[in-house]
């Protein structure tokens, strides 16, 4: 109790004020191993190849305002009609582009500083350094906005423990589909941070007509599989034992 | 246009219109009218005669923006300036030729002005508006024909210059009365049951006998604010005061109009004659100093006053009505919501620039990169009504999609091995195939390939792909056009 007293104490040290506000996914195993829900005023790094699909579940659970800031030369863009599909309005998407990556900081900043979005989706092609995450961790400390970085990598080449693993993010996530049909998904998430806990690993799964999560329980028939991803989170968080 | 390239000056070309099948000319260059080319002739008989003939399209809006910025220009000489139909310019110079020198002066100031613009003009001073008229297009090049004079001088003019309607004019042409002189010798009876009362009274409006109503346009008050300084300032800090006294009046005189600031225009002359210019633009229209100024100030970053600033203008450029909202008690939080939203959209279009933010807007098509538009979230209607689409939509599209090189020969279904970028990918199908086809009506290079079957898939890395085959020749080649669902 007095140590979790305490931790509370740092990260309010931490975060510049006294209360914690957290999005609660509704799942308790989650959660619990984040001590009440993802941390909003903080930023998050979520990659992967499935990493916009969890963003999307994210922004639908906060459900105001989003400002996606991208590169202008990024090819892909989000799909208002898909964005539709998942409970998301696209009238409440504010997209901006800027040209180099000075100026996409500078909206980042302002964006996180201002209080008037719900979540910021930071779009990256390589990992921030420590100086400008903590930039950005200082402009959302005394906000409800929710700071998602987002590193899109859809070949999986990359090894994920290459990225920004010194960033001074709250938590990291690496996010993967590991089944999908026309009514459900399942996705992989590896939470590879966690300010508030040991890394962790669940299934979860996404109905796609009420939009519901649900956590799948990594039974025994994915023994195999567990010890694989066993290595998995291993090798992407070395520091932990 | 001879302005805008000289050398065309000393050349014949012709302005064209095309209607229906047919081009002809609507407007020549002196040189052209020198060869014995008259409007309204098809292209294809100047063509024969002179067949290197330059001959360009004509472009009546940029005609009208001319006229416009001639009419801004025109009201130097009197407030009262208008523009009709054609290229007709009306000053009312009652109470005001007296400053130039009287009526003469003023005609010939106007006359040389505008020639060295490089216009040709046809000018006309008289008593009413469509006695200006007539002798603008049918007297002498330039004509100041006011009072007494009018009656002698409109005689030897032709029966058009009254303005009456085609039949009217016909008919006396028809009749012999080809000048406005043998007209006027005429009993006004027997002119009336021949021409009816309708073209009487234009006669009578050309002799001033009656009234000839014009509207002139409105003379628009300029919210201009200028500050001169004795000695220059030297410091951008210098230059943020003086802005913030030059929009604190210029806001107390829009204040009394309940108009607030859209647009705004600031210049900064600097001792070497270097002109600066900023400009900034709100999503609704404000009042508000600090908001106005930060905007500015986002523009002061890179601000070089070099040795000093002498001047600074600042101009409202365009004003809108101020909004007010009547709010209720449940209201007030959701609009200060609105508020810091829409403050940040106008900071972002003003440290940005205006394109890089945006807003997703619907557009009608049923192919998935013409369904929607990107809008400037500045000019962007909010609220939009989104269908939802019945087949399943990726969440995000590639602006280009991306070839994957496939190795295995596919048949019909998607590969099973793709390079995409570079590197092996083992793709799993999930579903589909959706065909799309293209626009038959539209050329457009990325449809060229003809109809689309679109699969979802699963990478072996665990991302899901929204791609397409399309069929050329021999081979299918695959693209990946939309990532996630």
Request: charged share 25%.
């Amino acid at each position: 109790m007095k140590h979790s007293a305490l931790r509370e104490q740092i990260i309010a040290l931490e975060l510049g004020r006294s209360e914690r506000q957290v999005l609660p996914f509704g799942l308790p195993d989650i959660d619990e191993a984040l001590q009440g829900g993802i941390d909003l005023g903080a930023m998050h790094e979520i990659s992967g190849p499935a990493a916009v699909l969890f963003t999307q579940v994210i922004i639908r659970q906060k459900g105001e305002e989003v400002a996606w800031l991208s590169m202008e030369n990024l090819n892909e863009e989000y799909y208002p009609y898909g964005l539709l599909q998942s409970e998301t309005d696209p009238a409440r998407f504010i997209v901006v582009r800027s040209q180099n990556s000075r100026d996409l900081l500078k909206a980042a900043y302002e964006v996180l500083a201002s209080n008037a979005v719900g979540c910021v989706l930071l779009e990256v092609q390589e990992a921030l350094t420590q100086t400008q995450m903590r930039k950005l961790q200082i402009a959302v400390k005394n906000t409800r906005t929710l700071g998602l970085i987002l590193n899109t990598d859809y070949t999986g080449s990359a090894a994920p423990e290459s990225k920004g693993l010194l960033g001074s993010a709250l938590t990291r996530w690496y996010v993967q589909v590991l089944h999908w049909t026309y009514e459900t998904t399942q996705i992989e998430l590896y939470l590879t941070k966690n300010r508030h806990g040991s890394p962790c690993h669940w299934i979860v799964e996404i109905d796609h007509a009420t939009h519901h999560l649900h956590l799948v329980p990594i039974s025994g028939k994915r023994a195999i599989d567990q010890a694989e991803s066993r290595t998995v989170a291993e090798a992407l968080c070395p520091d932990h034992p | 246009m001879i302005r805008q390239n000289p050398e065309l000056s000393q050349k014949p070309f012709v302005l064209i219109t095309r209607e229906a099948n047919r081009v002809f000319t609507s407007a020549l260059s002196k040189k052209a009218i020198s060869m014995g080319f008259v409007p309204e002739m098809s292209l294809t008989d100047i063509r024969a005669a002179v067949p290197d003939i330059l001959y360009y399209d004509l472009n009546p809006e940029q005609d009208i923006r001319c006229l416009r910025g001639l009419l801004r220009w025109a009201s130097r000489f009197t407030p009262r300036v208008a523009r009709e139909d054609g290229n007709n310019l009306y000053l009312d110079i009652a109470g005001a030729s007296h400053l130039f020198g009287g009526e003469d002066r003023l005609l010939n100031e106007i006359q040389s002005q505008l020639k060295r613009f490089g216009f040709t003009v046809r000018l006309a001073i008289a008593d009413n508006r469509s006695a200006a008229w007539g002798f603008a297009h049918y007297g002498k090049g330039r004509s100041n024909i006011t009072g007494e004079v009018l009656r002698d001088a409109s005689k030897d003019l032709p029966v058009e210059a009254l303005g009456m309607s085609y039949a009217s004019t016909n008919l006396c042409q028809r009749l012999g009365l080809k000048q406005i002189g043998s007209l006027l010798d005429l009993l006004r009876a027997s002119l009336t049951s021949r021409i009816g009362w309708r073209d009487l009274n234009r006669i009578d409006r050309f002799f001033g006998r009656a009234a000839d109503a014009k509207q002139f346009a409105r003379h628009r008050e300029r919210l201009i604010e200028e500050r001169q300084f004795f000695d220059p300032l030297a410091t951008n800090a210098g230059v943020e005061t003086a802005l913030e006294t030059l929009l604190e009046k210029l806001c107390r005189r829009l204040l009394p109009l309940q108009q607030g600031i859209r647009k705004a225009s600031l210049r900064l002359e600097r001792v070497d004659h270097e002109m600066l210019s900023f400009s900034v633009e709100m999503i609704q229209p404000s009042v508000n100093i600090d908001a106005l100024k930060r905007m500015f100030s986002y523009h002061f970053e890179q601000l070089d006053v070099g040795f000093g600033i002498d001047c600074m203008i600042l101009a409202a450029e365009q004003t809108a009505p101020l909004s007010c909202h009547q709010l209720g008690l449940e209201d007030s939080k959701k609009h200060g919501h609105d508020e810091t939203l829409n403050n940040l959209v106008n900071e972002l279009s003003n440290m940005f620039g205006n394109r890089h933010v945006q807003h997703f807007s619907p557009a009608d098509s049923h192919l998935p990169e013409r369904a929607f538009n990107r809008r400037a979230a500045l000019y962007a209607i909010r609220e939009q009504s989104w269908t939802r689409p019945q087949v399943k939509r990726p969440l995000r599209l590639l602006k280009k999609p991306v070839s994957v090189l496939v190795r295995d020969k596919g048949d019909k279904k998607p590969p099973e091995t793709v390079y995409w970028g570079g590197k092996e990918c083992h793709l799993t199908a999930l579903a589909g195939p959706e065909r799309i086809a293209p626009d038959w009506w539209r050329e457009d290079p990325e449809w060229r390939s003809g109809e689309r079957d679109y699969w979802w898939a699963k990478t072996g890395s665990g991302a899901i792909v929204w791609l397409y085959g399309v069929s050329c020749g021999q081979t299918d080649q695959w693209f990946v056009h939309g990532l996630g669902s």
